[in-house]
């Protein structure tokens, strides 16, 4: 079970990719941009260390004289670089975003009004609001930086490999720990309250659109407040959920 539902995330986190092929030259430029700054930021201290060698050495790798001319430009280029990387970054989202409701809501004309008298339909509001934001993280914050922390940590670990390989090795392998064996062991304790979140979300929509509907008939045997304490009940609930998914994170 637990094999497919991978799966299945797997090949829906594919699908999402490939709506990126139109706009592949950006998101290439987003990852060169910020490979780029976060090599900038990375050689600041490496160069401190290196002007500190030219004091204490005969030989250092840097003159102290260069070192003062390289930290303002690269501390400069970082930010330039990062603004720039975000910038593609979210053009790209916002692009895909549009498309995607765009298709939802073509999809969604041909099926109202009668969709919205299902049992689902406090889902199909959630897909229409928070699932569809919830992507704009993904294009936005999870392509492009998984691709920029592998060519980096590829550089960097070949950079300190050039002085000692077993140094190299090690910072493979502690890479590696903090870019994939963290975020997994996140997701795996956060997955449970995150299902329950999504499931109670839909269920406070579909709650909300029958309260909407029913209105008249609150109104007449006098049942409004009861229903905006069911409604406030819930909602606090949820707010609940979602500390939790928040703490399990964390």
């Known amino acids: ?32 941009l ?3 700054g976060f090599l900038c930021a990375i050689f600041i201290p490496v160069l401190g260390v290196y002007a500190l060698l030219d004091t204490l050495l005969a030989a250092a790798p840097i003159a102290l004289g260069t070192v003062c001319i390289l930290l303002p430009i690269l501390a400069v ?41 299902g049992r689902d339909k406090g889902d199909l509001i959630a897909v229409l609001t928070a699932d569809i934001e919830l ?5 936005a914050h999870t392509i492009s930086p ?7 940590s590829i550089v960097m670990a070949c950079f300190m490999g050039s ?10 392998l502690a890479y590696a720990m903090i870019g994939i064996g963290v975020p997994v062991a996140a997701a795996k304790g956060a997955r449970k309250s ?8 839909g269920a406070l929509n579909g709650f909300v659109l029958d309260s909407l509907r029913g209105v008249r008939e609150s109104l007449q045997y006098n049942d409004g407040a009861h229903r905006l304490a069911q409604i406030n009940q819930r909602t606090d609930a949820l707010a609940g ?5 928040k703490e399990a994170g964390g």
């Open 146 to 152: 998984i691709c920029i922390a592998v060519i980096v």
């Open 241 to 245: 959920q979602e500390r939790r998914l």
């Open 34 to 36: 910020g490979v780029a």
């Open 194 to 201: 995150g299902e329950n979140f999504r499931a109670e979300f």
């Open 77 to 117: 280029a970082r930010g330039v670089l990062h603004y720039a990387e975000q910038g593609c970054n979210h053009f790209i989202a916002f692009k895909l975003l549009a498309l995607i409701r765009d298709k939802i809501f073509g999809v969604l004309r041909q099926l109202a009004p009668a969709k919205l008298e």
């Open 135 to 139: 992507l704009e993280v993904f294009y």
């Open 1 to 32: 079970m637990e094999n497919k539902r991978t799966r299945g995330n797997f090949n829906v986190m594919c699908r999402l990719v490939g709506l990126v092929k139109p706009l592949a030259p950006a998101m290439v430029c987003a990852v060169l």
């Open 163 to 172: 002085y000692a390989p077993l140094l190299g090795l090690y910072a493979a």
